[in-house]
C-alpha cells in the first residue's frame, strides 16, 4: 500500500459519526413534559417505584466505509505496428458512505414520584 493511502486512513476514520449526546435537558421535568416533548414511548417499565419510558430513537449511521478491493483486468490493444493483449491485477480501496444499518439506540428516562431523575441509552456504540 502506497503511504499517501496510509496517510489518508486516519483522516477517514475522523469522519466516523458519533452517536449524539444523551440530551439530560429532561432530568427534573415532569412525566406530562417529557412525553409531551418526546410522544408517546414505545415501552413502559414499572419497578421498586421506579417507571422507566423507553423511546426508540434513531439509528446510528455508520461513518465512511473504506473498503480493500482486489481487482482483475484484461485489456487488448492494437495499433500501428502490432497488437497485443495484457492481463493485471492490483489491490486498491473503495471509499463510499455507510448506511443507517446500526441498531436503533433506545434512550429510557427513568422517574420517580412523576419527574424525570434520570436518563440511560441502551446498545453497542450508542454512547
Excluded at 475522523?14 to 415532569?30: K, Y
Excluded at 412525566?31 to 419497578?47: C, I, M
Aim: proline content about 9%.
Amino acid at each position: 500500500m502506497r503511504p499517501a493511502a496510509l496517510a489518508l486512513l486516519p483522516l477517514l476514520a475522523a469522519c466516523a459519526q458519533a452517536p449524539p449526546p444523551v440530551d439530560t435537558s429532561w432530568v427534573g421535568r415532569s412525566e406530562a413534559e417529557l412525553v409531551a416533548g418526546l410522544g408517546v414511548p414505545n415501552r413502559v417499565y414499572e419497578a421498586e417505584g421506579r417507571r422507566v419510558l423507553a423511546y426508540d430513537g434513531p439509528a446510528v449511521a455508520s461513518g465512511p466505509v473504506v473498503t480493500p478491493s482486489i481487482g482483475l483486468g484484461v485489456g487488448r490493444w492494437s495499433g500501428g505496428w502490432g497488437s497485443g493483449v495484457g492481463f493485471g491485477t492490483g489491490l486498491g480501496l473503495g471509499f463510499g458512505s455507510g448506511a443507517a444499518t446500526a441498531a436503533p439506540c433506545p434512550t429510557n428516562y427513568e422517574l420517580r414520584d412523576g419527574r424525570v431523575i434520570g436518563v440511560t441509552r441502551q446498545g453497542a456504540g450508542c454512547g
